[in-house]
Every structure is written in C-alpha cells, then in structure tokens.
C-alpha cells in the first residue's frame, strides 16, 4: 500500500505495518484510535485560558494537528495518521507529568514533555490511563526501558562503554609523578559518590586521602581533573568543607593547598572558586557546611560566584517551558516583542550565564598558570557544570567527537551527578515530586549549543549530537543516565552488562554527527575569545523546530526512531518552522541578555570584599586578574538586595545544627 496516499488506511492495515517496524520483542500492548495536538493545549473545562473547555488554551496555536491511531509498545508511543503518512514517536520515560480528565465520552489526556513539547490526546478507551501510568512511571531504577531495550536491540554488536579513566588521566599526564591515580575507592568505601580512581598528589598517604575525605560534605574530597600542559596549574574538584559554627579546622585539607603551590611552582595563589552565593555558604554553616577560610588556607583566594541552586534553576525552566509550549505561532513584531521579554524574564539565560563566567575565570586563571580548587555545596552539580566546561575551552581534544564523550563519562557520570534524582527516574516518581529535578545537565549542554554556535569551527561534533544526547538523557533507553552515582551503575544496575550506551548509538552512526566546518587547526588549543557574545536560544530543542517534521510510518524504523530521522519538511509544517525560526533569531539580536541598560537584569561581575568586610566593588565581567596574595574575592550579579536568600537562611535554622552532609544521610540532597 502506499503511505503517501490520501485515502484512509485501515486498522488492521496499519498494524501490519507498525509491527514491521518494531523490534523482535516489541510487541503492541495498547492500540486505540485517537486525536493529538503537539503544542497546542487542550485544557480542562473551567480551568484557567480554557475559554468554553473544547479547544486549545487561551494564546496556544497548535503546531500539529492530527486524528489517527494510538499504538503503545513497552518503549514508545506511536502517533499514526489515518493516511500513515504522518507519524510521531514519543519515548515513554521523555514524559514529564499528564492528567487526564473525561470530557463527554472521551478522555482528554494532558501530557507534558520534559523536552519542552506538550502533547494532548483525546481517546474514547479509560483504559489509556492505566497503561500511562504503568509505563512512564516505573517505581524503580530496573524498571526503566534500558534494560529491556538490550536484550531487543541489537545495533551493530559494538560496546558503547568507551571510558576508561586510567587511559584518560593518562593522556593527561596525571599518572606520573607529582601525581597518582589512587584505587583506595575501588569499593566506594571512601566516598560512594566518587568514581573507583581518581586522582590525587602522589606524595599523599592512604590515611591522609581518608582524612581529606572526612573533612568535606558528602567524603567529596579534592580531586585533580585536569592539569595544563605548559603552565603546570590543575584544576581541583571537590565539595565544600566541613567547617560549622564552630569554624573546624582540617589541618590535612590546608595542607593539601600547600601541596598544590609545589606542585604549580609559581607564586601565584590558588582561587577557591565557590560556585555559590556567599549568603547561601553562609547558611550551609548552620548544617557542618561552609567555605575555607584564607587566614587557615595560606597562599589562597576565595571567589563566589553568586550561581543559584536548584530551586532558582528550576524556576527559571518552568517559566521557559510555559514560555515556550504555550506560544502563537505569528510573525508580528509586537508578539516577538512580547515573547522575547518573556524570554528575558525567565532568567534562563542569566543562570546559564553565570555557569559560563565561572567556567571562562578557571580558563583564564589556569592558562595565566594559577591553580583553581571549585566547589558548590556537595559539588555535583553546578561544580559539575564548571569544571567540566572549562576544560571544553581548555583541552582541544574535548572538542572532538570522542573527547566530548569522554568528558560527560569523567565529569558528570563518574563523579556523581545525581541524573536519576534531578532527571525524575529514580524511586516514587509517579507522585511528581519536583522538589530535587532541575534541568541542570540540560545548562550545561545548552551551553555546549552556544559555544558551538559562537565557534562553528572548533568543534568536531555538530548540534545533532546535543540533540540526540538530550533526547536520550530523556528517553531511559541506554544505561549512561541512569542512577545518581558510578556505584549506582555499577553495583546495582549492572548497565555496561545489562544496558546499552548512548555512545554505541553514536559511534555507529559517526558520520550523522560530525561538524564539516570543523577545523582541528583554527583552534589549536585554547578557546582565549572573550565570552561576552549574544546567547541566542535553542530553537531544535526549546521550540522543537525538528521535531516538528514527521516521518510516515514505513520509515518510522527503531533506528530512525532512536537518531530522530526527519523527513524533509513539507509545505504544511514548513512555515510554522519557518516562523519560529524567524521568531528564534529576532529575540536573538532584539533581546541578549548582553544588552547593560536594562532594567534590573543580573550581570555578573568580581566583586572584592576582604573578610573584614570591605565595601564590594563590581566590574562588569570576571577579569583576568593573577592573584598573587591571600584576599576574597567574591562575585556577584549585581548590587540589588537578593529577597529570596533570607527565606534560605530561615530554611537552614529550622533544621538545627545538625551535620546533615557527612556524606552518609541521603535524606536531602539539595545543594543550597
């Protein structure tokens, strides 16, 4: 039968084709017909911008309309058109949150993407519900498709377990003296968050490492990632010190500086760069948490770097989301203007900005030959984003293909971003609980878009390859992101045995994902430019422009599924993608956060204070500055008075005093 004709095609037709693209194992669990919009949101009667209850929300054009069949397997949900010429693939695990209401004799389904998309279904089976839930929300780590999904697929037979730490910290030249790379955590004794090596100054002892890891929230102890190959200055992660209200010294953790001046061999003093507000390392005080102090911590600089917490970062995605999923698809200069101050407004990109800031003062500190230790609170999060964007600009061979692989295996997966717990695929994630999700990868690859976009030549990989990363970060079909920690992964999911990589996907598909801009000698080394440019927003993620084209359903194959194959636009989807596009670009030159006279907008820039409390003095960006003696400097975005961080500290003193994070209490995990 040909997919392309007009003509409606009949059910049993269209399951013998679905069945044709599915996998062995993957069978049908659900088929019903069905209605859907993408975008366009059908809300509830009587609830807010619903106007009579029977159409999209107030402000809302949707971007696909279609009436068809719904197909539900254990991996997917397919969306076929009565013609089959128009089919849509949503991963199960991609869904955020849905409600569903019963509207006449049907059942409207809201559903909410974590990929910015919303998706309404109208379908006349309550059983949908049911099957929903059973599916997109698994109630634990083994449930998620990953593990199912390997014994289905197959792909080219290659292992995506690529990373080997000893073979990277090799090419770093971190196995040679002054340095070694330690095994004493190869049963996650010392710290379970941490990889099983890392390494550490090789004139260090066993009971000395154990000590460090004593002396800092969550046993995160300073661990080198990164060392320059001219200069000798390293990069040191760790999580924040356990100081309190009794200002605990660690005499190993100061020693520890000291080690590192030898190994640097210069007279600079070393930036401690904590990535939070001062107010907020305050308040981790009141908890056994804190920030070193330059009296105890000789020949040292403290930086703040003012970058907020979950709690902000989420905020500022939701009203992105609703910015962005609840839009008119119009051409006006007066609705651009409007949408781009929305834009604004959601602070998205300040937060991002700051990110960048922090991440650009360790590029230029480390070049300049200066030594930086980075923390936030436990130091998987926004530390995370810091460090490992800075060796993106530092160490050229990150930028290519295969180092920017290795460097989401080093920095995030093996030092113990918390994926399952911000993402929401950990336990009792079928009770929406939003209190410790945050899109804090999704900065950090967004960020990655606009240093691809600002160096189009620099990079080996192209967007695609962020894209396919962020829709499988979503999807829970191979095992990278799955858990909070390497142990995790290891231990108890088993997934280099039991789930495939993403990186298998990737390099089986090499070719899909490589920049023919890329130039290996344009920037050979450094990336020096100044990183005040326009940020510009994501439109293939934000506003979806790809996933907007559809395929029909004979080349809707698992593997076009997987990559996101598009076929090419048509005339009906063309000038919407258009619009967008035209609506991306505009509020990228009309409304950058670069712009200085607007209105009470965060910049961030160094602001100097001693600890005896001298008035701040504020430059407009993070400077280049080589600090060669004991001070504290700490950064902030601007002069306003922070509302918000008072109602954090009151937080912080209705818990007590209590250590909460020695690293054995996994009642909390948020980083303040």
Not at 92 to 100: D, E, L
Not at 455 to 469: G, H, R
Not at 651 to 658: A, D, F, H, L, R
């Amino acid at each position: 039968m040909d997919t392309s004709s007009s003509t409606t095609t009949s059910l049993d037709s269209l399951k013998d084709q679905v069945s044709s693209v599915l996998l062995p194992s993957e069978s049908l669990v659900y088929t019903s017909s069905a209605s859907w919009s993408i975008f366009g949101k059908l809300e509830e009667e009587g609830s807010e911008g619903s106007g009579t209850g029977t159409g999209t929300g107030a402000g809302t054009d949707p971007c696909i309309e279609s009436h068809g069949w719904i197909f539900l397997t254990k991996y997917r949900i397919l969306l076929v058109s009565k013609t089959a010429d128009n089919c849509l693939t949503v991963h199960w695990r991609a869904i955020r949150k849905f409600k569903s209401a019963e509207r006449k004799k049907s059942i409207v389904m809201s559903i909410q993407l974590k990929d910015i998309r919303f998706l309404t279904l109208v379908v006349d089976d309550p059983r949908i519900v049911n099957v929903f839930q059973e599916f997109a929300f698994p109630t634990t780590q083994k449930e998620n498709p990953a593990f199912d999904f390997f014994g289905a697929y197959k792909g080219d037979g290659a292992s995506g377990w690529v990373y080997d730490p000893i073979a990277e910290y090799k090419r770093l030249g971190l196995d040679k003296d002054p340095f070694t790379i330690t095994d004493l955590n190869k049963d996650y004794s010392i710290c379970d968050t941490y990889p099983d090596v890392f390494v550490v100054p090789s004139c260090l002892q066993s009971k000395e490492i154990k000590k460090l890891a004593a002396a800092r929230t969550r046993s995160r102890m300073p661990a080198i990632v990164w060392v320059h190959p001219k200069t000798k200055a390293i990069i040191v992660r760790c999580s924040q010190p356990k100081v309190g209200l009794i200002h605990k010294r660690h005499e190993v953790d100061e020693n520890f500086m000291s080690i590192v001046n030898d190994i640097t061999g210069n007279d600079m003093a070393i930036t401690i760069l904590d990535l939070r507000p001062k107010i907020n390392a305050q308040a981790n005080m009141m908890t056994g948490g804190g920030f070193e102090s330059t009296k105890n911590y000789k020949n040292t600089v403290r930086e703040f770097h003012a970058i907020d917490n979950i709690h902000k970062v989420r905020d500022a995605w939701k009203k992105l989301h609703n910015l962005c999923s609840r839009q008119r698809y119009t051409s006006s200069e007066e609705d651009n203007k409007k949408w781009g101050e929305l834009l604004y407004h959601s602070q998205w990109f300040d937060y991002t900005r700051l990110i960048l800031n922090a991440a650009t003062r360790i590029r230029d500190l480390v070049t300049a030959g200066g030594s930086c230790f980075v923390h936030c609170s436990d130091g998987w999060d926004r530390t995370a984003q810091a460090v490992s964007l800075s060796q993106l600009m530092l160490d050229p061979y990150y930028r290519t293909l295969n180092g920017f692989i290795i460097l989401i295996e080093k920095e995030w997966c093996s030092f113990g971003h918390q994926f399952a717990l911000r993402e929401g695929n950990g336990k009792d994630m079928a009770k929406y609980n939003e209190g410790q999700r945050a899109p804090i990868f999704l900065q950090f690859i967004d960020l990655v878009y606009q240093l691809t976009t600002q160096f189009p030549t620099a990079f080996e990989f192209n967007k695609s390859l962020l894209l396919l990363i962020m829709t499988h970060f979503h999807s829970c079909l191979f095992g990278n992101f799955l858990g909070n920690s390497e142990k995790e992964r290891k231990e108890e999911l088993e997934v280099t045995t039991k789930t495939h990589s993403l990186w298998s996907l990737v390099n089986q598909h090499s070719k899909n994902f490589l920049n023919a801009s890329y130039s290996a000698t344009a920037f050979p080394s450094v990336l020096s430019s100044p990183m005040d440019f326009d940020f510009s927003l994501w439109g293939d993620y934000f506003l979806n422009t790809q996933n907007l084209s559809k395929l029909p359903l004979h080349q809707l194959t698992i593997e076009n599924s997987l990559l996101g194959v598009k076929r090419e636009r048509t005339d009906i989807d063309g000038p919407i993608i258009k619009k967008l596009e035209e609506r991306v670009k505009k509020v990228r030159t009309t409304y950058s956060p670069q712009v200085k006279d607007r209105k009470n907008m965060p910049r961030a820039g160094l602001q100097s204070s001693s600890e005896n409390g001298s008035e701040d003095v504020i430059r407009e960006r993070p400077s280049t500055i080589n600090p060669t003696r004991s001070e504290d400097i700490h950064v902030d975005r601007n002069k306003q008075k922070r509302h918000t961080e008072p109602a954090e500290l009151d937080e912080i003193k209705k818990q007590g005093p209590g250590n909460k994070s020695d690293g054995k209490d996994d009642s909390s995990h948020e980083e303040k």
